[in-house]
T-cell receptor, first 113, second 114 residues
């Protein structure tokens, strides 16, 4: 059983640019959640996708957007990057949106300069 | 709304000593509670969870936690620390029925010394 994978591992962008982060969910899982973990902080919920639809959103501006594909993989897009967007972005998959157990990927480290 | 407070951003214990990591939560509805561990440059791994039933829950690697509603606490313990336990530990809460939308605490870094 393949776990949650994320790409790329590291990324450096310039303020104002756009970035796309990718996540492949664990086999059999139809729900993907994205979290932002700033340095020294706990992860913060960005949004969740269930069966290709957004299923809840945290306190993040609209320039954070996402997609989920028919194979349940997902993308996180961030437009107009700001310095404060520098963080570890974690993707987690779960069997359904009501599942208590989430399986996290290793994350993508985004640095905005 | 829900929130989590983890007392102590850094905890240091000797190998073989008791590990106690504190977590208090606030939730307007009955919560589900979780502890996750994060090793350097890795994602989060679920240690244990409380949903319903027995308030003392056992997890992986010898960790356990007790849900105390009256104290709104969910402290993590391990009787004997091992060097491999050194990591960052996060407590998380979610309201019943929204299991995948976790609210995390700020984390506690556990250091284990010889």
């Amino acid at each position: 059983e393949t776990g949650v994978t994320q790409s790329p591992t590291h990324l450096i962008k310039t303020r104002g640019q756009q970035v796309t982060l990718r996540c492949s969910s664990q086999s059999g899982h139809n729900t993907v959640s994205w979290y932002q973990q700033a340095l020294g902080q706990g992860p913060q919920f960005i949004f969740q996708y269930y069966r290709e639809e957004e299923n809840g959103r945290g306190n993040f501006p609209p320039r954070f957007s996402g997609l989920q594909f028919p194979n349940y993989s997902s993308e996180l897009n961030v437009n107009a990057l700001e310095l404060d967007d520098s963080a570890l972005y974690l993707c987690a998959s779960s069997r359904t949106s009501a599942s208590y157990e989430q399986y996290f990927g290793p994350g993508t480290r985004l640095t905005v300069t | 709304a829900q929130s989590v407070t983890q007392l102590g951003s850094h905890v240091s214990v000797s190998e073989g000593a008791l590990v106690l990591l504190r977590c208090n939560y606030s939730s307007s509805v009955p919560p589900y509670l979780f502890w996750y561990v994060q090793y350097p440059n890795q994602g989060l791994q679920l240690l244990l969870k409380y949903t319903t039933g027995a308030t003392l829950v056992k997890g992986i690697n010898g960790f356990e936690a007790e849900f105390k509603k009256s104290e709104t606490s969910f402290h993590l313990t391990k009787p004997s620390a091992h060097m491999s336990d050194a990591a960052e530990y996060f407590c998380a809460v979610t309201p019943t029925g929204t299991a995948s939308k976790l609210t995390f605490g700020t984390g506690t870094r556990l250091q284990v010394t010889l």
